[in-house]
């Protein structure tokens, strides 16, 4: 009897392993596509070019050097190509994170008429694709003498940020029981002591969800900047980086030491504040 139990369990046992293997080999697989061209980009940023272009790839650099970073920073105008995302990065994330807040909070926490018909205009304004707008977008911006600015950048990608960031807003605010508004009016406080004091800070995961997603969008946003910004001491880094490469050879350790580096603001970012974003997404789609 014993050993039958024991088979019986063995066999429960290597069910499962078995079971287990498509998710195993399917973690692998997604692994080696999302890492495996992060690890290229990091260990060719500390190749040295020869090795970079050899027809036998190394996985591995056989001599580290940091002379691509050294030629990127002191050759190039990656230092301003640098400070010109971090301004338009960290300026549309403040203004999305200030507009969305409000009209979230207007339409679906306020009683505002037609608040239900004005967050599905909202929505879908965020449907359209931003290519078949660069036209009228280009016209309005030089009628407003916004063109090669900052501030007209911003003033895009605020305009296709916010309408996603109050969509996704939406599920932390019903989240929030009305009853809380109905207790602090009872207490004597007004609608805007009741957002700021009150349903404010049980928002902030809700808010580092639009922070994350406004600042990634801005610092990689590559079709407006390239129609919009025409000085090269204005450019952001998704066109400073094309402007590396030469038109009849590529230096391949700085694009891959300039990429490195474009891409550490928001893995550290996302490192920090990303377990909110997974959540904001899914709470945002599930209310």
Not at 181 to 201: F, K, S, Y
């Amino acid at each position: 009897m014993t050993s039958l139990t024991a088979s019986r369990r063995s066999g429960r046992t290597l069910r499962h392993r078995l079971g287990a293997v498509p998710r195993v080999v399917a973690w692998i697989v997604l692994s080696v596509i999302v890492l495996g061209p992060l690890y290229w980009i990091t260990i060719s940023a500390f190749k040295g070019r020869e090795e970079i272009i050899r027809s036998t790839p190394t996985f591995w650099p056989e001599t580290f050097t940091l002379s691509n970073f050294e030629q990127l920073f002191m050759s190039t105008e990656y230092p301003v190509f640098l400070t010109n995302s971090i301004i338009v990065a960290v300026t549309t994330t403040v203004v999305t994170v200030f507009v969305s807040l409000a009209a979230a909070y207007g339409l679906y926490r306020l009683k505002v008429p037609g608040s239900g018909k004005i967050a599905g205009i909202v929505l879908l304004s965020y449907m359209i694709p931003g290519t078949l707008l660069i036209v009228p977008l280009y016209r309005t911006l030089a009628g407003l003498e916004l063109i090669d600015t900052h501030a007209g950048i911003v003033l895009v990608n605020v305009a296709f940020t916010a309408p996603f960031c109050t969509w996704l807003l939406r599920g932390f605010i019903f989240a929030v029981p009305r009853e809380i508004d109905e207790a602090a009016a009872i207490d004597g406080a007004g609608p805007t002591r009741t957002m700021l004091q009150i349903v404010l800070p049980l928002l902030l995961p809700g808010i580092a969800t639009v922070a994350v997603y406004s600042f990634v969008f801005s610092w990689t946003e590559f079709v407006f900047a390239s129609q919009f910004i025409v000085s090269d001491a204005l450019q952001t880094l998704p066109i400073g980086l094309s402007a590396i490469i030469g038109q009849y050879t590529v230096n391949w350790g700085l694009v891959m030491a300039g990429t490195l580096f474009t891409l550490l603001p928001t893995v550290v970012l996302f490192l920090f504040v990303g377990r909110y974003f997974v959540g904001g997404l899914i709470t945002g789609a599930t209310k």
